[in-house]
């Protein structure tokens, strides 16, 4: 299973980015989706997850109510509409898949995308 990461860039505080992960590659039936990120000398943080079988999502307090999760099984993508960015949002941001659980821990997830590097600028 591959995952591709995209739509990271550069972007003024208060601006807004859609990341996009999608699979491919032998069949896999993901049971979570989620999205982490990492800043150099930090730990990978937990960002939001999504589950495949009732669309239920989860949010880190840090961005709750600016980030939205959301899939579309057709095109295998979960994408995260990112909102009232901030520099604190800044960081790679990674995707990762999870045939089992849905969970906030990366050691849970089975695949991971290579990452998105998100700036904002103050």
Same mark, same amino acid.
């Given at each position: ?6 739509g990271g ?37 937990? @960002? +939001?997850?999504?589950?495949? /079988?009732?669309?239920?999502?989860? &949010?880190?307090?840090?961005?709750? $109510? ?30 990762? @898949? +999870?045939?089992?659980?849905? /969970?906030y821990y990366?050691?849970? &997830?089975?695949?991971?995308?290579? $990452? ?7």
């Amino acid at each position: 299973v591959q995952l591709q990461a995209s739509g990271g860039g550069l972007v003024q505080a208060g601006g807004s980015l859609r990341l996009s992960c999608t699979a491919s590659g032998a069949t896999f039936r993901p049971y979570a989706t989620a999205w982490f990120r990492q800043t150099p000398g930090k730990e990978r943080e937990f @960002v +939001s997850v999504i589950s495949w /079988s009732d669309s239920s999502t989860t &949010y880190a307090d840090s961005v709750k $109510g600016r980030f939205t999760i959301s899939r579309d099984n057709a095109k295998n993508t979960v994408y995260l509409q990112m909102n009232s960015l901030k520099p604190e949002d800044t960081a790679v941001y990674y995707c990762a @898949v +999870s045939g089992r659980v849905n /969970s906030y821990y990366g050691y849970e &997830y089975d695949y991971w995308g290579q $990452g998105t590097l998100v700036t904002v600028s103050s």
